[in-house]
């Protein structure tokens, strides 16, 4: 095991899956000179080359559509956006193309490629750079969706989406690309689709992913010190779901409060509680509570952000809500 950053470990994914396979290649703004805005990519223009490392213009209905052609002539693209905000310019190349090629052909195309970057809150950066669209892209056929939560997943599950034969939506927080975590040495990847239990627990059920798990730690600390006994899982992926492993646990505790960065309407939160009621409904001891975004653009000053974003406090008050109706 070694500790890298979550940078260092999409890098390595990246790096490993060039060096073993020649058709995968990375294209996107600034990820060869500069190496990239995050520094992701650092390094790898030296080692690949300006073929296989590609500086292309602000221009991502453009560049995605070079990709999603790509990807359906044989090759394996890294769709890098700056940002998921701006993805919005490139979304028909994305949902209308990538997702569909493979059923409107009948086989005959497939887009096996990843769109990857940085998703969410970053601070101050105010309403048009902050948004969460994981459960915009999940509610399409023909797309997977990855939310990895600390660097070792984020390199297992990065190789998983670059080798599969579905377009992959990849996307990483803004604010943990610095964060540090173990990583397993030599080679293996997980798989898209299983999510992770975290931590075994009889009293309560948090369900997140993404950097809303960072949030979950925080609060099951206080929560033990109460008494409190919470499983913690981490979806890593929110298409597909792991609904048994979801199912199973409430199954056990009895209660679920789900915790995701995205704004209420429509939420991953909003489909779990969906299926949690109809699947495990007679063995919930309390409703499904669910801890979002507040349902309104991200204010810019930073009291506001915080008050915005699910919270320690606001987590600990779902969980105590389901066991104590306070």
Known sequence: MR??????????????????DERVFLLGEEVAEYNGAYKV???????????????TPIAELGFAGIAV?????????????????????????????????????????????????????AGQLAQQHSQNFENWYANTPGLKVVVPSNPADAKGLLKSAIRDENPVIFMESEQ?????????????TIPIGVADVVQQGNDVTIVSFGKMMLRCYEAIKELEAQGISVELIDLRTVRPIDYDTVINSVKKTN?????EEAWPLASIS?????????????????PVHRVTSMDTNLPYAPTFVEAYL?????????????????
């Open 3 to 20: 500790e890298l950053q979550f940078r260092e470990a999409l890098r390595e994914a990246m790096q490993e899956e060039m060096r073993a």
């Open 41 to 55: 990519s650092q390094g790898m223009l030296d080692e690949f080359g300006p073929k296989r490392v590609i500086d």
């Open 69 to 121: 052609g790509a990807a359906m002539n044989g090759l394996r693209p890294i769709c890098e956006f700056m940002t998921f905000n701006f993805s919005l310019v490139a979304i028909d190349q994305v949902i209308n193309s990538a997702a569909k090629i493979n059923s409107m052909s009948n086989g005959q195309f497939l887009a096996p490629m990843v769109f990857r970057g940085p998703t969410g809150s």
């Open 176 to 188: 943990m690309y610095g964060f540090k975590g173990m990583v397993p040495d030599g080679e293996y």
């Open 255 to 259: 209660r679920l409060v789900v915790v």
């Open 270 to 286: 909003s489909e779990l509680s969906h299926i949690v009621q109809r699947r495990a409904f007679d063995y919930l001891d309390a």
């Open 310 to 326: 699910p919270s320690v406090e606001r987590i600990i008050k779902a969980v105590r809500s389901t066991l104590y109706r306070d």
